[in-house]
């Protein structure tokens, strides 16, 4: 074990008990005035234990250590008792430090330390969160060969358990029963819990079984434990045998129960379960708090539940509970996962009219529902206000953006915003380049489209065929099919394999540049990759020879329609070529 260092020695009590001892002596001598000691029975000192012992039990450790100041006036001489009491009021207070300066400044004037005054001191250190100096005073006791009692091991475990340090928690369990202690309730829960926190969900529900198997007893707060265990660990159906558990062994569930079960089943997708443990919960008449409505919410957003999700907030203001931020987001996320971009903004004004902070998974959340009903202007206002709020986006942010800005053709803002993800220090990845460059392609911009996968090329980033597929597009609507043709040999020659819309985007540039030998090429590359080429290949080849007039070519292209069956395709290329082309304007028309 690995300590920080001697307890601090601070605070009134432990300094005027300093120097009432120190005048006496070190408790060898009397204080002054001792000639009156017969005038002083103690039986007055016993009255003086007992107060400060009542002070404690009421939690007034405050009064308690200024009435054990007055033994620095009076003539009383402190005694253990009266040390250990004011201890215990201090324990009672959760005031580690001065516990642990009390303790040790009696010591040094010559009043031993005694089991009492370690596990007060010890169990302080519990309520202090303070498991570093709780293992001092432990070990300080085995140097004293003192031994620790059933109560001094549980104070050690539990702090050590609150600290989360679940493998001392569970040497310290391991000690106990090697001195011949027997275990209780409290070391059970102790060891069950620091499982709990650090998500090891099956030893948590081995040390349950075991501590029912001893006749332990594992009461409400043992099995809350365990619950937190399965709910860390997305243990939804042992979380539920528990619940079962409980209530074959007449052990009454509170709040934290359904809490931690709920949320089992939420991180689950089961909200079904989720639900109905919240309507058992009411029907207990327990109080649900924002945890518990968290757990329905979040499960209800898992399932794509949105009409329950709302639902909820609605039972909430019935019951005056005010839904945090969390409930919020989860509600908003659940309606943005069924694309219902009204009600998330809903829920959202509804947030902000009732003083509800939105955070940034709010905002993300939100900005999802808009970007996927294709909101781009409820998009840029969003992403302005959290600007105004100085809430730093993250890559989902970002991306979600970007997302808006391919769906509405804005290149320029998706190319502002892919840069200003750089210099956020946020990489953008595969996705959001694609991304960026259909919005390039949907504008037009074939130079911006071909200098994002240059980008790409070095950042070392793998391009994949949705890449090269809208930048081949954005050539092909720039009408350069040079650059084309170079990216379907760069494909040819990587790990991407090119897919029908590769070869078909490709054809689609070189028709518009007219060039019908090209398209043949690409067509007789396709066909070779396939047992014959598809409708869509065929009729693109079609147009490009169709608008250079080379009939032959286009009568061999109408056969293999005719041969992949599509008839009515064929005859409708067909009646397009066999048409009398119009006259020029000006001109006359075609004689009969």
Not at 38 to 47: F, K, N
Not at 496 to 525: F, N, P, R, Y
């Given at each position: 074990m690995e300590f920080t260092g001697p307890p601090a020695r601070t605070g009134p009590a432990a300094e005027a008990l300093a120097a009432s001892v120190s005048q006496c002596g070190g408790c060898?001598?009397?204080?002054?005035?001792?000639?009156?000691?017969?005038?002083?029975?103690?039986?007055?000192?016993?009255?003086?234990?007992?107060?400060?012992?009542?002070?404690?039990?009421?939690?007034?450790?405050?009064?308690?250590?200024?009435?054990?100041?007055?033994?620095?006036?009076?003539?009383?001489?402190?005694?253990?008792?009266?040390?250990?009491?004011?201890l215990s009021a201090l324990e009672r207070g959760g005031r580690w430090e001065r516990a642990l300066g009390l303790a040790s400044d009696s010591e040094d004037c010559g009043l031993a330390r005694d089991l009492v005054a370690d596990s007060a001191a010890i169990s302080a250190c519990e309520k202090g969160v303070r498991w570093q100096q709780a293992l001092v005073v432990f070990a300080a006791m085995r140097l004293r060969r003192a031994e620790p009692s059933r109560l001094t091991y549980n104070a050690a475990a539990t702090a050590c358990d609150r600290g989360q340090e679940w493998r001392k928690t569970l040497g310290l369990a391991g000690e106990l029963q090697q001195s011949g202690l027997e275990a209780d309730v409290v070391t059970c829960s102790a060891a069950v819990s620091a499982c709990g926190g650090c998500e090891l969900w099956v030893p948590a529900l081995l040390l349950l079984a075991a501590g029912r198997l001893r006749r332990l007893g594992p009461n409400t707060v043992t099995c809350n434990a365990a619950l937190s265990a399965c709910e860390k660990g997305q243990q939804w159906v042992p979380a539920l045998r528990i619940l079962g558990g409980m209530r074959e062994e007449a052990l009454e569930p509170d709040?934290?129960?359904?809490?931690?079960?709920?949320?089992?089943?939420?991180?689950?997708?089961?909200?079904?379960?989720?639900?109905?443990?919240?309507?058992?919960l009411l029907r207990r008449r327990l109080q649900p708090d924002a945890i518990s409505c968290n757990a329905v919410a979040s499960a209800c957003e898992k399932g794509r539940r949105w009409a329950l999700a709302l639902a909820l907030l609605g039972e909430m203001r019935q019951r005056w509970l005010l839904p945090n931020c969390v409930t919020c987001s989860s509600v908003i996320s659940a309606c943005e996962k069924c694309r219902l971009w009204e009600w998330a903004l809903e829920v959202f004004r509804v947030m902000k009219r009732s003083s509800v902070l939105p955070n940034l998974i709010t905002y993300n959340a939100v900005l999802c529902a808009c970007e996927k009903s294709k909101r781009w202007d409820l998009v840029?206002?969003?992403?302005?206000?959290?600007?105004?709020?100085?809430?730093?986006?993250?890559?989902?942010?970002?991306?979600?953006?970007?997302?808006?800005?391919?769906k509405a053709e804005k290149w320029e803002r998706a190319l502002a915003v892919i840069h200003q993800m750089g210099q956020r220090h946020h990489e953008p990845d595969t996705v959001l380049y694609n991304a960026a460059i259909s919005a390039c392609e949907k504008g037009g911009q074939w130079e911006a489209a071909m200098a994002l996968l240059q980008e790409m090329h070095k950042l070392r980033m793998q391009a994949d065929?949705?890449?090269?597929?809208?930048?081949?597009?954005?050539?092909?609507?720039?009408?350069?099919?040079?650059?084309?043709?170079?990216?379907?040999?760069?494909?040819?020659?990587?790990?991407?394999?090119?897919?029908?819309?590769?070869?078909?985007?490709?054809?689609?540039?070189?028709?518009?540049?007219?060039?019908?030998?090209?398209?043949?090429?690409?067509?007789?590359?396709?066909?070779?990759?396939?047992?014959?080429?598809?409708?869509?290949?065929?009729?693109?080849?079609?147009?490009?020879?169709?608008?250079?007039?080379?009939?032959?070519?286009?009568?061999?292209?109408?056969?293999?329609?005719?041969?992949?069956?599509?008839?009515?395709?064929?005859?409708?290329?067909?009646?397009?070529?066999?048409?009398?082309?119009?006259p020029p304007i000006g001109g006359s028309p075609a004689k009969k």
């Open positions: 060898r001598r009397p204080l002054p005035g001792a000639s009156a000691r017969q005038a002083r029975p103690s039986s007055e000192l016993l009255l003086r234990t007992t107060e400060i012992a009542n002070l404690g039990r009421a939690r007034r450790w405050v009064a308690a250590t200024t009435l054990l100041v007055e033994l620095q006036r009076g003539r009383l001489r402190a005694d253990c008792a009266i040390r250990n009491a004011a709040t934290i129960t359904y809490n931690a079960v709920g949320s089992a089943c939420g991180k689950c997708r089961r909200w079904p379960e989720a639900f109905i443990l919240f309507q058992e840029e206002d969003l992403v302005g206000e959290m600007q105004m709020r100085i809430l730093e986006p993250d890559a989902v942010t970002y991306s979600t953006t970007i997302l808006a800005c391919s065929v949705i890449t090269y597929n809208g930048a081949i597009s954005a050539m092909e609507k720039g009408q350069q099919w040079r650059p084309a043709l170079v990216l379907l040999e760069e494909m040819r020659h990587s790990v991407v394999h090119a897919d029908e819309v590769t070869w078909i985007a490709a054809m689609s540039a070189c028709s518009v540049g007219q060039k019908w030998a090209a398209v043949l090429d690409l067509l007789g590359c396709l066909g070779s990759l396939r047992p014959r080429p598809t409708a869509v290949a065929c009729a693109a080849a079609v147009c490009a020879c169709d608008a250079v007039r080379r009939t032959l070519p286009a009568r061999w292209l109408l056969r293999e329609l005719h041969a992949v069956g599509l008839h009515g395709l064929s005859a409708c290329v067909h009646a397009r070529n066999n048409a009398p082309h119009p």
